[in-house]
């Protein structure tokens, strides 16, 4: 799990290339990149039997890619 802004990053471009290698490209063209917010809650149980829903926020780095070969001549 990424914390950083960095790490998010990595792991977005690390998951377009992973797509990209299963068309058979070797490289990738960033078009477009962004932060995506999700947003739900979590239900916290309570000792009375009760329960109290808590916001539940996280934020990941969002992106689209072309897969490109370059040929190595």
């Given at each position: ?31 477009a ?21 808590l ?19």
């Amino acid at each position: 799990m990424a914390v950083t802004d960095q790490g998010k990053a990595d792991k977005m471009i690390a998951r377009l290339k992973e797509k990209a290698a299963k068309l058979g490209a070797n490289g990738i063209l960033l078009t477009a990149t962004g932060n995506k917010q999700e947003s739900g809650a979590v239900f916290v149980p309570m000792a009375t039997g009760d329960g109290m829903p808590l916001p539940a926020n996280s934020e990941h780095k969002s992106g689209d890619g072309l897969a490109i070969f370059v040929s190595q001549e």
